[in-house]
């Protein structure tokens, strides 16, 4: 199982805004499904925290934008977990240009473990928190999948 994993997509006609470039609601919308993909690649899916009775969160999301996505760009996005603590872990996301290899844009998002019966917070599982490895920064994903030093 990758530590960092990978979607390309390609941007279409409905994911573009009044001022011609990806409208910030479909980064949002893509952060929660490579966080999803990522934890199901992981042995991790929805169904499965269901059973456990606990899911993750979302507290907060940062998006740092810093290039336009355009129609018909190819987009390669990197997903990660950089941390983990007793009841939460950040994850980080890239948004690339194929084309050129580019950052778009760079996100973190704070998940928290939440407990499905009473919506609080509780302890993250060993065997939930054992099966994100740590991916300490940007330059280590980067290297992970091949694109360090391009």
Excluded: C
Aim: charged letters at 25%.
């Amino acid at each position: 199982m990758p530590k960092v994993h990978l979607k390309r997509l390609s941007v279409g006609a409905d994911a573009i805004d009044v001022h011609e470039h990806v409208n910030n609601q479909e980064y949002l919308r893509w952060l929660q499904e490579i966080a999803i993909e990522h934890s199901t690649a992981q042995g991790w899916p929805l169904e499965r925290y269901l059973t456990l009775g606990a899911s993750w969160y979302v507290k907060s999301h940062f998006i740092e934008y810093l290039r336009p996505a355009m129609l018909g760009d190819a987009i390669v996005m990197l997903t990660w977990v950089s941390a983990m603590s007793e009841r939460s872990s950040p994850r980080q996301t890239l948004f690339l240009r194929e084309s050129d290899r580019r950052i778009l844009a760079r996100a973190e998002t704070q998940w928290t473990f939440v407990s499905l019966k009473n919506g609080r917070p509780q302890r993250i599982p060993e065997e939930v928190a054992t099966a994100f490895a740590i991916v300490a920064s940007e330059e280590e994903a980067l290297r992970e999948v091949g694109w360090a030093g391009d």
